[in-house]
């Protein structure tokens, strides 16, 4: 992940998107606790909500590959595939990792 160009591309200063990556990954986490847990609880509209969540705040971070990969993991739960977007919970999880180790936090 490419900090720095990700800040520009915002109008942000390093300092300021990596405070908004962690409100990001704080929230994020939140949010993929409820997805977790509407998924193990067939419970597609929790999950369909916390993906949707995920989606847009990565996407307005420019966190694409995240954003893409919540965008499938809600429309895997409106299908009611739930094996599929508990998979796509699992990579999102390691996306957060990531985030977290480039963010230096």
Do not use: C, P, W
């Amino acid at each position: 992940m490419e900090i720095k160009e990700l800040a520009e591309n915002l109008g942000l200063s390093e300092e300021e998107f990596k405070e908004l990556l962690e409100l990001f990954m704080e929230t994020g986490q939140s949010d993929l606790d409820k997805l977790e847990s509407g998924i193990e609880g067939g419970n597609a509209e929790a999950a369909i909500v916390a993906a949707h969540s995920i989606k847009g705040a990565s996407g307005n971070l420019g966190l694409m590959d995240i954003y893409d990969i919540a965008k499938e993991a809600e429309e895997k739960a409106r299908e009611n595939d739930f094996i599929r977007a508990s998979e796509l919970a699992t990579v999102l999880k390691d996306k957060l990792v990531d985030i977290s180790e480039a963010s230096g936090r």
